[in-house]
């Protein structure tokens, strides 16, 4: 399955992005769909997942102000971010597994700049 991430952009703090990931093929199949993010220097961390059965788990910074979703009759994933904050910048990258826990594909990153 190839990923292509997109949404990115620049957005002052408080507001808002979507990023969506298209998938080259059905994704039905996919145990769970991924956001995760990386900045210069820094490690890639997990933002959210979704899994096939739309149970959704986010790290403690982004709770409550990102929401992920998958549709799978379209292949495609997003991540809704509202209420940003410098600190969420980041490029951001779209993955996707077949079993809990592994990654088996990568998207290339979309950069997502929060101005103070």
């Known amino acids: 399955v190839q990923l292509q991430a997109s949404g990115g952009g620049l957005v002052q703090t408080g507001g808002s992005l979507r990023l969506s990931c298209a998938a080259s093929?059905?994704?039905?199949?996919?145990?769970?769909m991924d956001w995760y993010r990386q900045n210069p220097g820094g490690q890639r961390e997990l933002v959210a997942t979704?899994?096939?059965?739309?149970?959704?788990n986010y790290r403690p910074s982004v709770k409550g102000r990102f929401t992920i979703s998958r549709d799978d009759a379209n292949n495609m994933a997003y991540l809704q971010m509202d209420s940003l904050k410098p600190e969420d910048t980041a490029l951001y990258y779209c993955?996707?597994?077949?079993?809990?826990?592994?990654?088996?594909?990568w998207g290339q990153g979309t950069q997502v700049t929060v101005s103070s």
């Open positions: 993955a996707a597994g077949r079993r809990y826990g592994a990654v088996d594909h």
């Open positions: 979704v899994s096939v059965n739309g149970i959704t």
């Open positions: 093929r059905n994704i039905s199949s996919i145990n769970h």
